[in-house]
């Protein structure tokens, strides 16, 4: 159980296009999704908390125009990166949270590799 | 602010040797504290956590973890080193509540010889 889906698992764009990453919770419910961006070598990054039904709480410095959440569903919420350019290029990588009390475990996305040309 | 600090970015062991990976934590409320471990190109792995129960905390593929409040540390070990344990470790931690924001450390690469 717990498995997080993410689609897709590579993309490759041109400068000024706009690229949707999917996040979906496939056998439980995720009230909270979390966004992390990873570069090469270096760790992960929290982007943004994605709460189903509200809006997204972002991390100082990540520009919420650009990377754009929406969490639609319990089991779905997606990233998309608005007018994308070369130093958008990057691993990004999805956590979901079932609801519940105190302290939750997150469970990971396999990550989407973007790279802008 | 709350951090993580794993010391040491790349760790070389030869097959079967004792495996060491190193975590502090800054807080002075004893956290929820975790390792993962990442595969090239993959997402991540959950290796063990500790959440205020057991300090000896005994995760998959061998490892373990000890929270050791006075030294504020959580090591990850693993008594013998497999070729398969070649990968990317953090250590990352958290203090639950409204939030569940996790804060990882900067990883740390374990290579393993032949």
């Known amino acids: 159980g717990a498995v997080v889906s993410q689609h897709p698992s590579r993309v490759i764009c041109k400068s000024g296009t706009s690229v949707k990453i999917e996040c979906r919770s496939l056998?439980?419910?995720?009230?909270?999704m979390f966004w992390y961006r990873q570069f090469p070598k270096k760790s992960l990054m929290l982007m943004a908390t994605?709460?189903?039904?509200?809006?997204?709480?972002?991390e100082q410095g990540v520009e919420k125009d650009k990377f754009l959440i929406n969490h639609a569903s319990l089991t779905l919420s997606t990233l998309t990166v608005t007018s994308a350019h070369p130093e958008d290029s990057s691993f990004y990588i999805c956590?979901?949270?079932?609801?519940?009390?105190?302290?939750?475990?997150?469970?990971f996305g396999p990550g989407t590799r973007l790279t802008v040309l | 602010a709350q951090s993580v600090t794993q010391l040491g970015s790349h760790v070389s062991v030869s097959e079967g040797a004792l495996v060491l990976l190193r975590c502090n934590y800054s807080?002075?409320?004893?956290?929820?504290l975790f390792w993962y471990v990442q595969y090239p190109n993959q997402g991540l792995q959950l290796l063990l956590k500790?959440?205020?129960?057991?300090?000896l905390v005994k995760g998959i593929n061998g490892f373990e973890a000890e929270f050791k409040k006075s030294e504020t540390s959580f090591h990850l070990t693993k008594p013998s080193a497999h070729m398969s344990d070649a990968a990317e470790y953090f250590c990352?931690?958290?203090?639950?509540?409204?939030?569940?924001?996790?804060?990882f450390g900067t990883g740390t690469l374990l290579a393993v010889q032949p």
């Open positions: 990352a931690v958290s203090y639950g509540g409204a939030t569940n924001k996790l804060i």
């Open positions: 500790y959440t205020s129960a057991a300090t």
């Open positions: 994605s709460n189903e039904g509200s809006k997204a709480t972002y």
């Open positions: 956590s979901a949270e079932p609801p519940s009390g105190g302290y939750n475990e997150q469970f």
């Open positions: 056998d439980f419910q995720a009230t909270t």
């Open positions: 807080s002075s409320v004893p956290p929820y």
